[in-house]
T-cell receptor, first 112, second 114 residues
């Protein structure tokens, strides 16, 4: 079963707006990663944030990590129709090698 | 294109049967991971191999087994199939076995049990 939860489960916005997705997890982590999945396709790695980092940027993506609250957020700025996909957070827990534990995902729809 | 190749893309079979899913990792990647994605369980880690050796095991049923060959490709064997085994099976690869390495996913094999 999933170890994390994502919020919201679904999000619908207009092109050009910002999209924020949240992820919570349960135990201490080494890192947290965000992946995107287009319908019927494999997952694509977006960004990795280590447990000693608080914020990371990659293009239009901004990820924050709050280890005291065991939560992370993914912000996509100036969204495009092509950003329509499911977004998953995945944690790598301490002493778990590189095994990914996924949340339930957020389904993002960006309307043109 | 992630560089990870999975075959077949679709597989339809009946309960009680056995199937083999194949994965070729990205060139240079030594670790291979298998994940199952289903509507009720979401994405779950099954097993990891690194350079031919089993590295980590997750929620993998005893009816399932995997191996990684000397050329680094991997196979996931599913036997005595049940209706509940219908799912998308993903293979992913990474350079090494340690954490802090992103994983690169194939497009999956969609398994349907009739």
């Amino acid at each position: 079963s999933q170890q994390g939860e994502e919020d919201p489960q679904a999000l619908s916005i207009q092109e050009g707006e910002n999209a924020t997705m949240n992820c919570s997890y349960k135990t201490s982590i080494n890192n947290l990663q965000w992946y995107r999945q287009n319908s019927g396709r494999g997952l694509v790695h977006l960004i990795l944030i280590r447990s000693n980092e608080r914020e990371k940027h990659s293009g239009r993506l901004r990820v924050t990590l709050d280890t005291s609250k065991k939560s992370s957020s993914l912000l996509i700025t100036a969204s495009r129709a092509a950003d329509t996909a499911s977004y998953f957070c995945a944690t790598v827990y301490n002493n778990a090698g590189n095994m990914l534990t996924f949340g339930g995902g957020t389904r993002l729809m960006v309307k043109p | 294109d992630s560089g990870v190749t999975q075959t077949p893309k679709h597989l339809i079979t009946a309960t009680g049967q056995r199937v083999t899913l194949r994965c070729s990792p990205r060139s240079g990647d030594l670790s291979v991971y298998w994940y199952q994605q289903s509507l009720d369980q979401g994405l779950q880690f099954l097993i990891q191999y690194y350079n031919g050796e089993e590295r980590a095991k997750g929620n993998i049923l005893e009816r399932f087994s995997a191996q990684q060959f000397p050329d680094l490709h991997s196979e996931l064997n599913l036997s005595s199939l049940e209706l509940g085994d219908s799912a998308l099976y993903f293979c992913a690869s990474s350079v090494g076995h340690r954490d802090n390495q992103p994983q690169h996913f194939g497009d999956g094999t969609r398994l349907s049990i009739l």
